[in-house]
């Protein structure tokens, strides 16, 4: 592939002051059993060329799905025009520096490869999947479902840059929904998709598998006769399935430097958060450290380069509760003037890079799960994520629940059915009281993270211990 | 461009003929097509963000025997050598792979014999005629958004001999123009034609609606208010019923908010009708399994659920009547029926309430209940004594749609606006939704 690209390269016509190729060839399986009856078996490959050229500091882009030399050089030649056409309108001079020239290789860990489960093996893990979740009667449907991906991508540029990375990875959801006449609750594990990882087989062989798909059986079962979650203020304790969507839709999307800078208006909305606010935004409680940290091993969004070349490393983002750097890759940091990370990313080969959270982590403290319930005199404590909405400035948010539990006297007590709770963003950081010990810590990942004009659905990483949050709204659900 | 058309759907009928030859006796199969040659702008500060071009294409095969199936995705170029390729070796992987799949007892094999051939052309802009065509008129102006055209082609065959062609040339620009309090009137021109006068227009009706926003915004306290919804508002309460509610796989298993309305435990306002429209022409007629949608079909009348989407295999499985449903069951092209209310009428019969022009952020916050959650967002406004007084700042909502399109539904206004898909994910969407105004009361506000 390096020699194909570079020769490419080499052969276009146009006057660009640079010039980069992307490749991307991802694999992708699906297989999702529902009542124990298949509903799809797929593999879909797609592959193709992201052709970026900058001329007098604009950017134009062509993709093209055919790696012939003749479509190469054709995309060279439209992206050209491209960038030349808005070159007068630009909205910031970008340099060659925005694009520094990096060599280097990435690999996920993994144990089992991916084809080390034929489909056969596959379908009958997860018929005995839904025959577990499926405990009583009033279990009206099960779901179980396996993606797995491997995706290379390859990077070689005019200024010299070569990076290969090779991405393997593996999804499992199940879950069952229970129903008594007009009542329908639902229970998954860790909420929907949640179980996204870097890494083969071995990421789905957890010692309690098959407790735990049981279990999600009977707590849907629980839920129908649990008591609704009540409405008042209280102490929210959030687990770390929980906290994966806290973290993701308040801290990760408000602190994008393209959002602040209005890319995202449009779309996915701009933030409350400001370029002055880097440095001394009292973000949240100081018990609140967050990290971008692609080099997590196994962590969903994992890597060691971005797409536009820039070398991934862990930093802080939020520490002691205050606001140090943006999610910005080099064309945000440049534009803005403030500090960022790396994090250019694009779904595929057919989009363009924009800023992307990637694994976005809060670091642990030092309260044990016991510790932090029997503190608690009155509060809820709620798991797994079921419903979210937040305001276009990441500012006002509505999160709902599968799973809940009361707290009273430092216990967990009765189950409550439909948690929500809602607040705004800096109000809740900041009535962080305790946070759970490394013991608490778990990691999660989702591959739908929406954003992006033309749109883009990308794969990002959270982990999280157990958190408490003082005074916080929370309520059932309809009638 | 009309050469590669040509080019592509020759490379298509080539490759389902040559499966056709190549089909086992025992086999069946599906061949779909997405393609599409796009141009995506994107603005910002009436400046260019990212400028680009995506020439994409994939098919899926799915074969079918011994009452399973499964299916192989891979890139469609209109390259024969290349695109046979990799359609050979997906047939051969699937032969490898079927018999050792579950058996799956509601397996529908393609059976019918629709064929059918739409190819629009059109008017769009030239590539590199698009950033000056557009940002001339808003230079002045906090102009953001994208603009997405160019050809998109869906394609279908099978074993059975039916065949699909639709292709059609289009453009959709979704912008917004913001002041500098972070206020914002949104937008969207859309159509097959780019007509300088109708764009013109456009902006200066929203910039009209700028200077509105321009008042000091009115922060309202949580509660119950009655609100006009604009076109575009309820075009995005009407997605909600894509995403478990009118789906008859949804309502069977204990997923759908329209479950209590199939039950007949609860009904809606007898002046909420809704109909998929396939009349429109703006998205293909026919399904994953080559079945072509009636023109039309009512899905609420009056109030009450008279059809669900049904797909072939949810048909099959309990034991209804298909109606072409697509594979998820989802609406396509949907139409809510018109009201009574005049466009004047709106501020008079609103009184004093919210006028919402757009929201964001929506989703299920009790899935059962039909109740819904999401933001005011754009051009949102108190409204005294049938007059426009301020801009709100933006407000949570949370409602079941048992009240809104039930008791508290006033009156849909008698005209209807073409709210267009914008999508982008995967590849550019088609098509969008025919949909009124709406006043409603006490609409609930919680945050």
Not at chain 1, 114 to 124: K, V, Y
Not at chain 1, 375 to 403: A, L, P, T
């Amino acid at each position: 592939m390096w020699s194909e690209l570079t020769k490419a390269i080499a052969s276009f016509h146009i006057p660009a002051d640079w010039i980069g190729i992307r490749v991307v060839r991802e694999t992708a399986a699906n297989r999702y059993v529902r009542d124990g009856i298949p509903q799809a078996n797929g593999k879909s490959t797609t592959e193709g060329a992201m052709i970026e050229v900058l001329v007098n500091g604009c950017l134009g882009y062509a993709a093209t799905n055919s790696l012939q030399l003749e479509s190469l050089e054709s995309a060279a030649e439209i992206a050209y025009k491209q960038a030349l056409a808005a070159s007068k309108w630009l909205i910031y001079p970008f340099k060659e520096t925005e694009r520094p020239k990096v060599v280097g290789e990435y690999n996920s860990p993994f144990l089992e490869p991916l084809d080390a489960l034929s489909p056969g093996e596959i379908n009958d893990l997860l018929v005995r999947m839904c025959r577990t979740l499926k405990v009583h009667d009033k279990i009206v449907q099960t779901t179980a479902s396996i993606n797995t991906s491997e995706r290379e991508s390859w990077f070689v540029s005019s200024n010299g840059s070569e990076v290969y990375q090779k991405f393997i990875s593996l999804g499992t959801n199940y879950g069952a929904i229970a129903q008594d006449g007009a009542i329908v609750q639902q229970r998954t594990n860790n909420g929907w998709q949640a179980h996204c990882y870097q890494g083969g087989w071995e990421v789905l062989k957890q010692e309690n598998l098959w407790q735990r798909v049981q279990q999600v059986g009977e707590q849907a079962l629980e839920l129908l006769t649990a008591e609704e979650c009540p409405n008042t203020c209280t102490n929210l304790v959030l687990a770390p399935d929980q906290m994966m969507l806290q973290i993701h839709e308040s801290v990760g999307h408000p602190l994008e430097i393209d959002r602040i800078l209005g890319d995202e208006r449009n779309y996915a909305g701009g933030s409350f958060v400001t370029t002055e606010d880097f440095g001394q935004l009292i973000y949240g409680s100081p018990l609140m450290n967050i990290t971008f940290d692609p080099t997590v091993p196994g962590e969903y969004a994992s890597y060691a380069f971005d797409d536009t070349g820039a070398v991934a490393t862990r930093e802080y983002v939020i520490k002691e509760g205050v606001l140090q750097r943006g999610l910005g890759s080099l064309e945000s940091q440049a534009r803005a003037g403030v500090p960022g990370v790396a994090c250019a990313r694009a779904c595929s080969w057919n989009r363009p890079a924009i800023d992307r959270m990637a694994n976005l982590n809060l670091e642990p403290g030092n309260a044990s799960f016991a510790e932090i319930i029997g503190d608690i005199e009155h509060g809820v404590y709620m798991e797994s994520n079921r419903s979210w909405s937040i305001d276009d400035r990441r500012y006002k948010f509505q999160f709902g629940c599968e799973y809940a539990k009361l707290i009273e006297n430092g216990k967990l007590t009765k189950t409550l059915r439909n948690p929500n709770y809602r607040a705004t963003t800096p109000e809740f950081w900041r009535s962080l009281i305790k946070i759970g010990n490394q013991d608490s810590w778990q990691m999660y990942g989702t591959p739908y993270c929406g954003k992006g004009e033309p749109n883009q659905a990308i794969w990002v990483g959270h982990g999280s211990p157990v958190c408490v949050f003082a005074n916080v709204e929370v309520f059932g659900g309809g009638s | 461009m009309k050469q590669e058309l040509t080019a592509l759907e020759s490379s298509f009928n080539q490759l389902l003929e040559t499966l056709l030859i190549k089909k086992l006796e025992h086999e069946e199969f599906t061949l779909k097509l997405s393609s599409e040659q796009s141009q995506f702008t994107r603005f910002n500060h009436a400046k260019v963000r990212q400028t680009g071009c995506v020439a994409d294409g994939s098919i899926e095969l799915t074969l079918m025997a011994e009452q399973r199936s499964s299916s192989r995705q891979f890139p469609f170029t209109g390259n024969w050598e290349k695109d046979w390729q990799k359609a050979h070796q997906a047939l051969q992987e699937l032969r490898d792979e079927i018999t050792i799949l579950p058996i799956d007892p509601y397996l529908v094999l393609p059976s019918g014999n629709n064929t059918s051939r739409e190819v629009h052309h059109s008017n769009v802009l030239a590539q590199d005629d698009v950033v000056s065509s557009i940002l001339a008129e808003v230079a002045a102006l906090d102009f953001t958004g994208i603009y997405a055209g160019g050809i998109v082609i869906k394609a279908y065959g099978d074993s059975s001999g039916q065949k699909h062609w639709f292709a059609t040339d289009t453009f959709t620009l979704d912008y917004s123009l913001f002041i500098s309090s972070g206020k914002a009137v949104k937008g969207t021109f859309a159509g097959s034609n780019w007509d300088v006068a109708s764009y013109a227009a456009k902006i200066n009706e929203a910039k009209k609606q700028l200077n509105l926003l321009s008042h000091p915004a009115k922060e309202l306290p949580r509660g119950q208010y009655k609100t006009y919804f604009a076109p575009a508002a309820v075009a995005d309460l009407l997605q909600m019923l894509s995403w478990g509610a009118v789906s008859e796989a949804d309502i069977q298993q204990g997923n759908s908010a329209l479950a209590a309305l199939s039950r007949k435990e609860k009904q809606l306002s007898a002046k909420f009708s809704l109909k998929e429209n396939f009349q429109l022409g703006l998205v293909p007629r026919f399904n994953e399994l080559g079945e072509m949608a009636a023109p039309e079909l009512a899905i609420i009348e009056n109030g009450v659920l008279v059809n669900s989407l049904v797909n072939s295999r949810t048909a099959k499985e309990y034991q209804k009547d298909a109606n072409g449903a697509n594979r998820s069951e989802t609406l396509r092209t949907p139409e809510i029926s018109p009201g009574n209310l005049k466009f004047e009428q709106i501020l008079s019969n609103l009184d004093t309430g919210l006028y919402v022009s757009n929201l964001h952020y929506l989703n299920w916050s009790d899935r059962p209940t039909g109740r819904i959650t999401g933001m005011t967002r754009y051009a949102c406004f108190w409204v005294e004594k049938g007059e426009i007084v301020a801009p709100i700042e933006n407000l949570r909502f949370d409602e079941s749609l048992y009240r809104f399109w039930g008791e508290n539904l006033v009156d849909f206004t008698n005209f209807q606006e073409f709210i267009p898909e914008v999508d982008t994910y995967e590849n550019r969407k088609l098509g969008g939704s025919l949909v009124p105004g709406m006043l409603v009361n006490d609409f609930t506000y919680t945050l």
